[in-house]
């Protein structure tokens, strides 16, 4: 099933995990006052989004080069395409800060930063498990990324419910609702990542 020697796609997979960890980490970091503060949050998450669609690229064109992978080739394709995807809702999100110019945070943005911080980093320990072979122990990140999925899904009502009480501004409500909703999203895209996961471990095992 797998080479010896460390395949240049498990190289190329750890890499734009890693990036998606490190967006992660700047798309948490919402301090903002200005809207200029809110453009240096969106461009910062652009530079990461970026990068991944180069990883991404790369991960193509060296597809379309190797006979021989580690793991059948539509398998590594999906999990990158997966990857790329959680990035392109996060940038999509910080983007949504800035062209409505929502210059604050509360708590619910908060609890859906938490929880798809913590599913990236449950990736990036699967990938880790996946490039060292031991694809049975990938199982319980796979979960756990569900588990942070689902909890998004609540956070995602709750929210709902506290912004049609609590706001009294129709385009305001609009605003957060679709950034709230936007949220969530990529904690589907993170859900889809752990599906990938699942395909893999099932062919492989």
Known sequence: MFNKKKDKFMIQLEEMVYNLDRAA????????????????????????ES????????????????????????DILSLCNAIDDVLDA?????????????????????EFVD??????AEMKLAVGLLVEKKLSHMRIHSINIKE?????DGILRQSIKH???????????????????????????CQAVANNFETIIMKNS
């Open 115 to 120: 929880n798809i911080q913590k599913a990236v």
């Open 148 to 152: 942070f999925e689902t909890n998004c």
């Open 25 to 48: 980490i700047e798309f948490g970091k919402m301090d903002f006052n200005t809207h200029l503060d809110l453009k240096a949050y969106s461009d910062n998450i652009k530079t990461y």
């Open 90 to 110: 996060m940038e999509e999100t910080s983007a949504m800060f800035e062209m409505y110019s929502i210059e604050y945070t509360d708590d619910y943005m908060a």
């Open 163 to 189: 912004i049609f009480n609590s706001e009294t501004d129709p385009v305001t409500l609009i605003k957060i609702k679709e950034i709230y909703e936007s949220m969530e999203e990529i904690s589907d895209k």
């Open 51 to 74: 990068h991944g669609d180069e990883l991404m690229h790369q991960v193509i064109s060296d597809l379309n080069q190797t006979f021989i992978t580690p793991i059948e080739r539509e």
